[in-house]
């Protein structure tokens, strides 16, 4: 079981520079687990692929389809409480630190390319590289 967060989400199903390392982590672990939000920030990055027109509707719609099932039950709610913890400890946006909850109450990895993230929680980020080779 990992914590993976919306960047690693879009690498694994839309097709990227990235996108293997995210497909081989998920082959790794395909116990894939995010806040809630990260449907919200899926959204926005397709809405990103709609208006540049590198996607379609119906194919924006598709791609989401397939990404929320292969997180059902993967799924969380994650406190509040356990959020502002982190972020006393970061200048991380709220966003990214509820990402850092869930795999800190997890007690699991954070798989992520995010840079602020990595360099701000060595002990629970790794990058796909790095999960990959562990």
Not at 56 to 61: D, G, H, I, L, P
Not at 79 to 103: Q, T
Request: with cysteine.
């Amino acid at each position: 079981m990992i914590v993976v967060d919306s960047n690693v989400i879009a690498y694994c199903w839309l097709n990227g520079p990235l996108t293997s390392a995210a497909q081989r982590v998920r082959v790794r672990d395909p116990d894939w687990h995010a806040p809630v939000l990260w449907r919200s920030e899926m959204r926005n990055i397709l809405t990103g692929y709609l208006r540049d027109g590198s996607l379609s509707r119906v194919q924006c719609a598709r791609v989401m389809d397939a990404m929320e099932e292969a997180l059902t039950g993967g799924e969380h709610l994650v406190s509040s409480a356990g959020v502002f913890r982190i972020v006393e400890k970061s200048r991380l946006s709220a966003y990214d630190c509820e990402f850092v909850a869930l795999a800190a109450a997890l007690s699991v990895p954070l798989v992520t390319a995010d840079k602020a993230v990595l360099k701000g929680f060595p002990e629970i980020a790794l990058t796909m590289d790095a999960f990959l080779a562990t």
